[in-house]
């Protein structure tokens, strides 16, 4: 055995320090980037160009969302590529597998989101005419009209709704087809005509009063067709819904009022009722609550009746 051998662990003696002008230095080319690796696949490259593309598409974009989860899923898919032919890799296509599943779900999640509506053929017209031109999304109309509503129907003569009998605690109503006159105690007030509310007066009067009745007759005029919520349910969803239940409060407001004009003009037919697009004011909604729930209340003669119709018409004369 050879005694000037080196042994694997050199011991350095206590106070002796080391010489570090002669001490060997490290190769450079160890420690540094002295000499570049080849270039990778092109599979690598296009995989970055997927990733860089996706991340500087300006969000002002309305579908950037989906244009960089569809890209990061491509560039995920590609590197998994890259690392299992060309690389052998195990760490790189386990991690890439991982970001493309997270990615690809988001993805799907956003295109169902952007898949089209069907509205039902029956309140498609519903739709365009009253809550599009407010700009409710159509799968928010889809929820409101899909969950706690039905379409009911009533053949001509049947009652909607009679005085001092139906409660007026249970449903809120939008008429889809045919014609409705309400009338008190036998004598004509106005008619109801599709695309409007049958309820409206007695929805926003029981907001304050519960337990009322109608004050007035409704009767299927034609054949009718209308959409029914359930008033405890649809009270409920709109408290979950700010947006929508201000569109509520201005479509009630604004039916109360074309229902005050239609008092005041008897003869106001559905074409001209179209034309009536004023906001509704805090004046008009109470006219036609204290039409509906205090008439009977003033007076039972028919005489109480027949002040009140020629009290509105001399207003309207001199409106």
Known sequence: MNDTAMSPLTVTPLGFIPDLKNATLVPFNETACENWKEIHHLVFHVANICFAVGLVIPTTLNLHMIFLRGLLTIGCALFIIWATLYRCALDIMIWNSVFLVVNL?????????????????????????????????????????????????????????????????????????????????????????????????????????????????????????FLCWSRERLTYFLESEPFLYEIFKYLIGKDITNKLYSLNDPTLNDKASKKIDRQPSLCSQLSVMQMRNSMASTSDSEDGLQMFLRGTSSASSLR
């Not at 739709?127 to 409710?136: A, I, T």
């Not at 009063?209 to 004050?215: D, I, L, S, Y």
Request: glycine share 4%.
């Open 105 to 225: 779900l988001h993805f799907i999640y956003l295109v169902y989101k952007r898949r089209p509506i069907k509205i039902e053929k029956e309140l498609s017209s519903l739709y365009k005419r009253m809550f599009e031109p407010l700009h409710v999304p159509p799968e928010l109309f889809q929820r409101l009209t899909g969950q706690f509503c039905n379409i009911q129907s009533l053949k001509t003569g049947q009652a909607y709704a009679a005085e001092d009998k139906t409660s007026v605690d249970d449903r809120l109503s939008i008429l889809l087809k045919g014609k409705m006159k309400v009338s008190y105690r036998g004598h004509f007030l106005h008619n109801i005509y599709p695309c409007a509310f049958i309820d409206s007066p007695e929805f926003r009067s029981t907001q304050m009063n519960r337990g009322e009745k109608f004050q007035v007759t409704i009767i299927a005029d034609d054949n009718c067709k």
